[in-house]
């Protein structure tokens, strides 16, 4: 309980789990490691994983990231493309729809170009829709987007428009484990107009305390794909496991 406490997560949420052990029913005690277990199995309850990117026909997969500015959507979007070409030897192409960053289609392209995958830049939907015929040969499209703050509905709107429903877009909504949990409850709400199929966490290795994983899915049940902990391109990302996530949350 402590533990929990000390790493972030919310005391209701861990009284919960602790109450659906029986360890606040108002008897003794006996064996603490039966109620640890026991409270241990009632959060794997909630953990859910998903891995975005699992093939099992013969579909193309688009998927957008998007997120507030500077949570690492660029970067994460170039460690995905790296392994999903490396490790699962799909063929990728790039596509930006981020027009108000300086140099974030440079960043992209650098990032393609070492990989020798194509890169277009969207600004319309048109050229969205462009950039997705030339790539109708490609396994995984990842899409890049602008950061957007969470409290510019004008924005979020205009991102909303520029991805149609009619296309099969997957879109993944990038959270720092690093921010405030306030902030990030705000982005999870206010991003829901986008339709966001799994969280991905960034930044774990700018905090010490990530209890703020599971007071998220408890917020909002949504899988978690993807964790990053570093800036290196393509090591630092991990794909979600249940009993990975577990040890963040309680150790």
Avoid: W
């Amino acid at each position: 309980y402590t533990k929990m406490i000390k790493n972030g997560v919310n005391d209701r949420y861990v009284r919960l789990f602790f109450e659906r052990t029986g360890a606040f029913n108002g008897h003794p005690v006996n064996n603490m490691k039966s109620v640890k277990d026991r409270a241990l199995k009632e959060i794997m309850k909630v953990i859910d994983v998903k891995d975005p990117f699992d093939i099992r026909e013969n579909n193309q997969i688009i998927a957008a990231f998007i997120g507030t500015t500077g949570v690492g959507k660029t970067t994460t979007i170039a460690k995905l493309a790296a392994k999903l070409m490396l490790e699962k030897t799909k063929k990728v192409g790039l596509i930006s729809l981020d027009a108000y960053r300086i140099g974030a289609m440079e960043q992209l392209k650098t990032y393609a170009n070492i990989l020798g995958v194509p890169c277009f830049q969207a600004f319309k939907k048109k050229d969205l829709f462009f950039a997705l015929r030339r790539m109708e040969g490609k396994d995984i499209v990842l899409i890049d987007t602008a950061g957007q703050s969470q409290y510019d509905r004008s924005r979020l709107d205009e991102l909303r428009r520029l991805i149609p429903g009619d296309l099969n877009i997957s879109t993944h909504l990038l959270l720092s484990i690093a921010t405030a949990e306030s902030e990030m409850h705000r982005a999870a709400d206010n991003f829901k107009c986008l339709n966001y199929q799994s969280y991905i966490f960034t930044k774990r290795d700018e905090t010490q305390k990530c209890g703020s994983i599971l007071n998220q899915m408890m917020e909002h049940r949504l899988p978690v794909s993807y964790i990053t902990t570093g800036q290196n391109v393509p090591e630092d990302i991990d794909q979600a496991e249940r009993a990975k996530l577990l040890e963040l949350i309680v150790s």
